[in-house]
């Protein structure tokens, strides 16, 4: 049986605005692109914890999770890499920005921006399911999590 791995995205925002990130030349995968945060599930690791680390570990922001908005699968690299993906809105709470070795550079921009980046039309759905969430969902919402104690 082959192996699938899990990959995560987290769409933070801040201030009505979402935080990008430009990933390294020395990333094997799309270096030198624009993305959002991303990262991989460690085993036996909690989806919610495995994207807070994430988050932390690649910007040192704190953030909260709001809720899932896309989810799917896709080969990254080839067919050898089978990945299954979720993806979470997330706020910010607290911190400044600093970027690891992963990424040389980052900006808060707009969903708009987002839409226009060609770099990003592998997260456009997730903005545009996050655009129209935010029209009913309120400002203090956050999802109620099964079997997770954060």
């Known amino acids: 049986m082959k192996e699938v791995y899990v990959g995560m995205a987290a769409i933070v925002e801040k201030d009505d605005k979402f935080l990008i990130l430009k990933r390294s030349s020395e990333k094997d995968f799309a270096p030198k692109t624009w993305e959002v945060i991303t990262g991989r599930l460690e085993a ?15 910007t040192n922001l704190e ?23 979720i993806a979470y809105y997330c706020k910010y709470i607290s911190g400044e920005v600093k970027t690891s070795w992963e990424h040389t550079e ?11 980046t060609e ?7 997730m903005f545009r399911n996050i655009r129209r969430l935010k029209k009913y969902i309120p400002e203090d919402f956050s999802l109620e999590i099964s079997n997770i104690n954060i």
Request: proline residues 5%; glycine residues 8%; without cysteine.
């Open 63 to 85: 953030a909260k999770v709001i809720m899932p908005v896309d989810t799917g699968f896709f080969y990254r690299g080839g067919k050898e890499f089978p990945m299954v993906f």
């Open 44 to 58: 036996e690791e909690h989806p919610v914890k495995g994207i807070l680390r994430e988050i932390t570990e690649e």
């Open 106 to 116: 980052h900006k808060w921009v707009t969903i708009e921006e987002i839409l226009e």
């Open 119 to 125: 770099d990003l039309m592998h997260f456009h759905t």
